[in-house]
């Protein structure tokens, strides 16, 4: 079992950039693969970024591509998310998922697929 936490989230101009972190407790963290999602005040939660076990497999939505970067250090046990050029749409709490189960070539999408999931960080973008 793993336990997420995530940091990082705070108030931005647009065009600004956050990092987020999310570390994750247990001692196999290079076993579960890893998702971003993220969900807006009275909208359904929504994929932002995933990557697979090895972290060379990416995956990003339409609305972050080019702009966010997820990346995972599997020594030190955190993974990333990158955010840059924000707008006012980012604006939401981001929440980071994981699963062992996903498999090893798989950066996934689906919020199905994730059994693990942290509390989520606040990301507010102002314009």
């Known amino acids: 079992q793993v336990q997420l936490v995530e940091s990082g989230g705070g108030l931005v101009q647009a065009g600004g950039s956050l990092r987020l972190s999310c570390v994750a407790s247990g001692r196999t963290f290079s076993s579960y693969a890893m998702g971003w999602f993220r969900q807006a005040p009275g909208k359904e939660r929504e994929d932002v970024a995933a990557i697979n076990k090895s972290g060379d497999r990416t995956y990003y939505a339409d609305s972050v591509k080019g702009r966010f970067i997820i990346s995972r250090d599997n020594a030190k046990k955190p993974v990333y998310l990158q955010m840059n050029s924000l707008k006012p749409e980012d604006t939401a709490v981001y929440y980071c998922?994981?699963?062992?189960?996903?498999?090893?070539?798989?950066?996934?999408?689906?919020?199905?697929?994730?059994?693990?999931w942290g509390q989520g960080t606040q990301v507010t973008v102002s314009s």
């Open positions: 998922a994981a699963d062992e189960k996903i498999s090893y070539y798989v950066a996934s999408r689906q919020m199905q697929d994730y059994n693990y």
